[in-house]
C-alpha cells in the first residue's frame, strides 16, 4: 500500500530519515509550513532519487494554491496536487482566479508572479483573529487533524 506523509515535516532536513529509509512513496510538503517555493523544491529534489513522488499539501487559499500549482508544474516527480476548496472558495473576492479543475485539471495561472491579482480591499472583510491551537487527540492517542 502506497504511504503518504511529511505534511508535519517542514524542512529538507526533517525529510532525511523518512527518505533515506524509504518508508514513504508520497512526499507531502506543505508550501506554506516547509519554507516556500525554494525549500519545496530541494525537498521534491530530495526525495527525486528515492522514486517518491511530490503531493503537495495545501490546505491554504488562493495565494497558496498559486504557488504549489507553479511548483507542480515545474516539477518532475509531480504526482497531484492537493486542494482545500473550501478555503479557496470561501472568500471569492480575494483573488482574481476561482481555482476550480476542468476535467481533473488546473490551468497553470498566467501572468507574472503566481499569476494572480489579490483585492487588498476585500483584506479588510476577513480581518486576522489569533487563534491558539491545541494539538487534538484521536482516541488511540495519535495526533488529530486540527
Partial sequence: MPIAAGERLFTR???????ENQLIDF????????GGITEIRKIASMVEPYHIKLAPHNPNGPVATA??????AATQNFAIPEFAAHSV????????LSFKPENG?????????????LN????EKYPYTFKQHE??????GS????
Fill in 13 to 19: 532536513f526533517e525529510y532525511r530519515e523518512v527518505v
Fill in 27 to 34: 512526499a507531502q510538503p506543505a508550501i506554506c509550513h516547509c
Fill in 67 to 72: 504557488a504549489s500549482l507553479h511548483v507542480s
Fill in 89 to 96: 472558495y470561501a472568500r471569492p473576492d480575494i483573488c482574481n
Fill in 105 to 117: 485539471f488546473f490551468a497553470l495561472p498566467e501572468g507574472p508572479g503566481l499569476g494572480i491579482e
Fill in 120 to 123: 487588498e480591499e476585500a483584506f
Fill in 135 to 140: 494539538p487534538g487527540y484521536n482516541p488511540d
Fill in 143 to 146: 495526533v488529530a487533524e486540527i
